[in-house]
């Protein structure tokens, strides 16, 4: 039915972020290396379902986000207009901007950036059929209803009551109508004009993940989110061929999958180590320069070295800290350094699932891997023209892990392989940056 429509994405994204208490407006702000607009861009994109694409934005913004536009693949037209003063303001002249009008426009929040491809399609089905659809989930909160915020006069049933989110679309012809026809200047709700004209909106089924970005710990639930999610956002399938990528760790465990994934899709994996001339000592400086003036100009760069010395800090001598966190860590950086990677190059670290806590007998280690990861976020920031991505698998099937926890199954770990195809998915992907991908057992 999606195909004999045309169907408009229309993305708000003109607020200031005075709530947000920043000079940034909370949509410029970034999700895990990328602007929180592009991420909900991105999950427009890839529903696959749009003829075209507005972005009604803060006219002071209006030129960095065409400079990012210009460097997307973008498959359908996809316009930045400027925004006005409110938010029905900026929905109105979003709508009229449109180079062909659609049918169907679904109007979201730039930054709801997790909207599923399965809420876009849905709306857009249901404002084929009804005209007007709203997307919302059911209210978990007990409400009260207190005029003037003093005394509870009544507690309705929460049952009757949902908490609206969007998209919200609508027949295009209509909701230009309720637009020109309002006598309000400032509704914050899109739905509430066509209402006003006594049109009825019919609910969309929302998501709790589908989370509005509008204060500091908004943005800390988001990363987390991003953090967990399963599918990468416009996966693509760029071509290994050709490219050279230096694997350091790359002789043993997780290190060798990812030269045997790599040379099996027709790349070329260089391993570095203490054993490959020339030899790799991540804790020699003058060494690392060496390794990597050597090998040259490179196409990725996969950090997968690790050290793992288990033990209380009071019986772990100077010697020991100094080597975990420089092969763990300062090692790391120096490597991301010191290679000569090429524009659109990938970067990606190894990191450990122990970066979010720290554990007992490992408390070295996982402070290294929790600022691996700290390190990888602030580096796809600073380097937009590298793909730069954290990898976190879980408890791994290495020497390093049977040497250090000889009791455990082996079947409650992952296999090396699996670690190799998650990063070998993300050499593929030659347009996103800054994620962080939790590798777990299925």
């Known amino acids: 039915m999606l195909d004999e429509h045309r169907i408009g994405g229309l993305l708000l994204m003109g607020g200031q972020g005075l709530r947000f208490g920043s000079d940034i407006p909370k949509q410029f702000h970034r999700l895990s290396g990328k602007p929180i607009y592009r991420v909900t861009l991105e999950a427009f994109l890839s529903a696959a379902i749009f003829d075209e694409i507005v972005l009604s934005c803060h006219p002071d913004w209006i030129p960095l986000v065409q400079e990012e536009l210009a460097s997307m693949p973008l498959p359908i037209p996809v316009q930045v207009v400027p925004g006005g003063n409110t938010r029905q303001e900026s929905s109105a002249r979003g709508l009229r901007s449109f180079h062909t009008p659609p049918d169907i426009v679904l109007i979201h929040d730039g930054v709801r950036p997790f909207v599923s491809s399965a809420i876009l399609k849905n709306n857009a089905l249901l404002a084929i059929q009804h005209g007007a659809v709203d997307t919302c989930i059911p209210s978990t909160d007990t409400l009260v209803h207190a005029p003037g915020g003093l005394r509870i006069e009544s507690i309705p049933n929460r049952a009757d009551f949902y908490r609206g989110q969007t998209p919200q679309s609508f027949s295009y012809p209509l909701i230009l ?93 260089i391993a570095i180590s203490r054993s490959t001339s020339p030899p790799l000592d991540l804790q020699d400086s003058s060494s690392i320069e060496t390794a990597f003036a050597a090998l040259g100009p490179l196409d990725g760069l996969i950090n997968c070295a690790g050290f793992l010395l288990t033990g ?40 450990s699932s122990s970066f979010t806590r720290g554990r007992k007998d490992t408390s070295i280690y996982s402070c290294a891997k929790a600022a691996v990861v700290n390190f990888t976020q602030a580096l796809a920031e600073e380097r937009p023209d590298l793909c730069v991505h954290a990898v976190i698998p879980q408890r791994t099937n290495t020497s390093m892990r049977r040497t250090n926890f000889p009791h455990e199954d082996p079947n409650q770990l992952l296999s090396v392989e699996q670690v190799a195809e998650a990063v070998l998915r993300l050499l593929m992907d030659n347009h996103s940056t800054g994620m962080l991908v939790e590798v777990k057992m299925q």
């Open 177 to 269: 109508h309720a637009h020109a026809t309002t006598t309000r200047s400032n509704s914050s709700d899109d739905c509430r004009l066509v209402t006003e004209l006594g049109h009825p909106v019919f609910l969309a089924e929302g998501d709790e993940h589908n989370l509005k970005i509008t204060s500091e710990l908004d943005l800390f639930l988001a990363e987390q989110l991003f953090r967990l999610r399963r599918d990468p956002i416009l996966a693509t399938t760029h071509s290994l061929l050709d490219k050279r990528y230096a694997v350091v760790g790359g002789t043993g465990g997780i290190g060798a999958a990812i030269c045997r994934a790599i040379s099996q899709a027709e790349g070329t994996p």
């Open 312 to 351: 209380t800090l009071a019986n772990l001598s100077l010697l020991d800290i100094e080597k975990t966190l420089d092969i763990n860590l300062k090692g790391l950086i120096l490597c991301c350094k010191a290679a000569n990677l090429t524009p659109n190059s990938h970067l990606i670290t190894i990191a």
